[in-house]
């Protein structure tokens, strides 16, 4: 018996080790790569069986383990400037039982000997965010990080419409008792609590930095057009996004914000709730589903109500977080090493169901790309039924080991898109008569082309790009698209029918039609068929850089084809540059340097662009902007900081990409000067001082733009 213990116990030091690997590189790739390979319900099972074990052998304690230390989003060559943070960003101990949330609330009230207010709010599956004010102006805006300290992503935050720049307490007063529930509006039993309402100067307040489905969406399509990988959820977009160099791209994707925890040396509130609603007052984005309960009924009403309601919200969320409302309250009942006492997180399980995988197709994509696809016995999920999801890729097939005839588990990612996340455990697995191995297909299913995989990509890919149908469909919708040719009218069922009837074949063809062309289909009168005309017409107009963008060169997407454009003023200077010269340009490698060689290698496309440089299309820059004055900035590394009165931010940004410069967001050794305005950031004052960096007014770089002094 001595002897099977001792294997057994060796055998769990063994699980301790490979547990805490395994979840040790799932926090780097969630919060790092932004690339999940856990769920969030197969992490917490996993850790929560780490906290099992680690419990059982007390001797193997680390304080390194996973069970013991906050998921880091650090990275040392993220570029940002890393800052303590004043009081530890602490995680949230979190369940998926409601026996759990009652334990935890009896624990609560034995502490303290009776029932407390708890605040439950709704948990936003977004990136934690600190933001920092001084003398009411935002300072500083940090990442989780390591709980210790974190990534100061100031410049990419302040281009979230929702966050203030300055707050104004002229306008704080009491508390009217009005319930802001909006449409939201739950049982008359939840309390609203009015709070004594004290302004606020100097202070810290945490929240969620989140991405909006509508904006989720819209970004995944985008990059499904360019045959870019998906963001697998919002959560995962929005971590990518915070972390981008360049904030008007940030800007662009349109990132949200809700604020939850306000936090000061003295605050004007003695409850979490009346500091909230003071914030909320102060002009900060703080949920309308807050609300203060005075019992486990109330608690779990508040969480039966949002785990229907909240898909008709705006923005993910992924459970309920309930905190004691007494401040005082809480700094007596504490913290674990890495979780506090007085708060945890309810996660709502992932809605999912098993079905049958009937059969997998194919679709060719623009660039050629071929993405199987899992046709499915319909099975309802929120709400809509799913009978197709995608497999991605050969090696997500195999990873997951499925074939036709499998019973699968199909989730809603994040609430909207269906997924494929496994098959029926093998012990009960109930494979049909039909089932076969799977095997990719070896040919074009559109084409009949055999079929290519790059060795450094997981994809197939139909090189018949010339004479392959979707493929050549696919070129002619990316070109008329909103960001590219803004041709309105042309949508993919027109193009479709224009494509059969061998009216369009490439978008050169699209300038040959005429008004007789469409009017002799069927259901286009002559409203429909000038829209379409006058559309085609007006991009005529449409920039140098946007018709870059348009032609649909692999890899070169809509900021790549403007920074290429700045550089090579025409379709003839591109070209006739080298790979070297390509790769001099601003994100531009080797592979994106390449692929432009190959599409002026191909003799089609030459013709293709003849015949739209006859029709008028704008294949060189019309900005009259001299050479040697667009290379004033040439080579130089500039920040922006603070606020200007003859120009915009933007506007300002705009014109150093214009004249050759390069913007960044944080002051290193390699910045060249800051060009600053009013109330420039003390933390880019400070580390500008120390590097030695100069400092530039608004007047003086408008005179370097005339009168060159660099």
Known sequence: MQLDLFSIENGEEQQIDALRKELADANYRYYVLSQPVLSDKEFDDKLRRLQDLEAKHPEMADPDSPTQRVGSDLTAKSGFRQMEHKYPMLSLANTYSEDEIRSWYQRVCKDISYEPEIVCELKYDGLSISLWYENGALTHALTRGDGTRGDDVIDNVKTIPSIPWK?????????????????????????ILTPSAVPLSTFEIRGE????WKNFERL?????????????????????TLKLQDPRIVAQRGLDAYLYYLLADNLPSDTHYGCLEIANKMGFHVSDAMRVCHSIDEIMA???????????????????VLKVNS?????QLGYTAKTPRWAIAYKFAAEKQLTLLKKITYQVGRTGVVTPVANLEPVQLSGTIVQRATLHNEDFIRQLGICEGDRV????????????????????????????????????????????RDA?????????????????????????????????????????????????????????LTATDIMHLEGFQQKATQKILDGIEESKQVSWG?????????????????????????????QTASVEQLTEVEDVGGQIAESIRQFFSKEKNLRILGRLRAAGVQLEDQNETPQQQEQLLAGKVIVISGTFEKHSRDEYKEMIEEYGGKNTGSVSKNTDFILAGDNMGPAKLEKAEKLGVRIVSENEFLSMLTTPTL
């Open 209 to 212: 930095i989140l991405l909006p």
């Open 546 to 574: 946007r018709v870059l963008f348009a032609l649909g060169i692999r890899y070169v997407g809509e900021t790549t084809a403007k920074k290429i454009a700045r550089r090579f003023r025409s379709i003839e200077a591109l």
């Open 456 to 512: 450094d990509q997981a994809a197939w890919r139909c090189p018949n790009e010339d004479d392959c149908p979707p493929q050549q469909k696919g070129r002619i919708e990316h070109f008329v698209a909103r960001k590219a040719m803004n041709i309105d009218g042309l949508g993919t069922e027109t193009i479709d029918l224009f494509y059969e009837r061998g009216l369009v074949r490439d978008v050169a063809d699209l300038y040959d």
């Open 409 to 452: 588990w199909v989730e809603k990612g994040g609430e909207i898109i269906p997924k494929i996340t496994g098959k029926e455990d093998d012990g009960n697995l109930k494979r049909n008569d039909f089932a076969k191995e799977y095997r990719f297909i070896e040919h074009c299913p559109e084409c009949g082309a055999l079929l290519l």
């Open 220 to 240: 995944n399509r985008e990059r499904e057009e360019q045959e870019e990988p998906l963001f697998a959820n919002p959560r995962n977009a929005a971590s990518g």
């Open 167 to 191: 707050i104004d307490n002229t306008n704080v007063g009491e508390s009217q008792n009005a319930d802001r529930g909006g449409k939201h509006n739950q049982p008359d039993l939840f309390h």
């Open 302 to 320: 508040f969480i039966t109500y949002w785990d229907t309601e909240r898909k008709n919200l705006p923005v993910a969320t992924d459970g309920i």
């Open 327 to 331: 401040l005082q309250l809480q700094k």
